[in-house]
């Protein structure tokens, strides 16, 4: 069955960086995109990245532009994302899930990684 | 970017009454090429990631109890819920995929039992 395991995620000061992580398991990861996408504390979802199949093809929102790079390591069906210069409105659960492309939904979503940005 | 908008925000059913979500984009999600809506609806219980319900406005992904529907076309589009179950309790979104990035979402319906 479809697992995705998100991990990485602490309690950062402003200004940090972190790196979280989602293992995949069951499927074919290198078919599928793959996106990151967060929640902060009580409040909706927001998409904040997707990295193609290859790696070819790599989105951002304009949130985290600049400051958040997504990559993937097929080999080791992984997804990664670097979080940098990180500030208190990025506290937030991160999950990640699947996509079929850029246009498409989110199948399967992992259980989510808590990121705090705190002094 | 694309607008997402959920009526209302907040609703009460008794069990076994129906329940209705609306979801309004700032324009249109349909794709005239394959007459497809690029509209997704999930459900998140407390506690736990959001699931997909409903994908393309009417396709029930697989598992999803038939008393779950999508409707609508171009902006305006509905969740229904034909018969209120208490395991339905849960916060509910919308998802445009027509226009990315960025996929935007509306602001969740959360659905309580009256």
């Known amino acids: 069955q479809v697992q995705l395991v998100e991990s990485g995620g602490d309690l950062v000061k402003p200004g940090g960086s972190l790196r979280l992580s989602c293992a995949a398991s069951?499927?074919?990861?290198?078919?599928?995109?793959m996106t990151w996408i967060r929640q902060a504390p009580g409040k909706g979802l927001e998409w904040v990245s997707y990295?193609?199949?290859?790696?070819?093809?790599?989105n951002y929102a304009d949130s985290v532009k600049g400051r958040f790079t997504i990559s993937r390591d097929n080999a080791k069906n992984s997804l990664y994302l670097q979080m940098n210069s990180l500030r208190a409105e990025d506290t937030a659960m991160y999950y990640c899930?699947?996509?079929?492309?850029?246009?498409?939904?989110?199948?399967?979503w992992g259980q989510g990684t808590l990121v705090t940005v705190s002094s | 970017d694309i607008v997402m908008t959920q009526s209302p925000d907040s609703l009460a059913v008794s069990l076994g009454e129906r329940a209705t979500i609306n979801c309004k984009s700032s324009?249109?999600?349909?794709?005239?090429?394959?007459?497809?809506?690029?509209l997704a609806w999930y459900q998140q219980k407390p506690g736990q990631p959001p699931k997909l319900l409903i994908y393309?406005?009417?396709t029930r992904e697989s598992g999803v109890p038939d008393r779950f529907s999508g409707s609508g076309s171009g902006t305006d589009f509905t969740l229904t819920i034909s018969s209120l179950q208490a395991e339905d309790v849960a916060v509910y979104y919308c998802?445009?995929?027509?226009?990315?990035?960025?996929?935007?979402f509306g602001q969740g319906t959360k659905l309580e039992i009256k």
């Open positions: 324009q249109s999600v349909l794709y005239t090429s394959n007459n497809k809506n690029y």
């Open positions: 899930a699947r996509a079929d492309s850029a246009y498409s939904h989110f199948d399967y």
């Open positions: 998802q445009q995929y027509y226009s990315t990035p960025p996929h935007t």
């Open positions: 393309w406005a009417s």
């Open positions: 990295i193609s199949s290859s790696s070819s093809f790599t």
């Open positions: 069951g499927f074919s990861f290198s078919d599928y995109y």
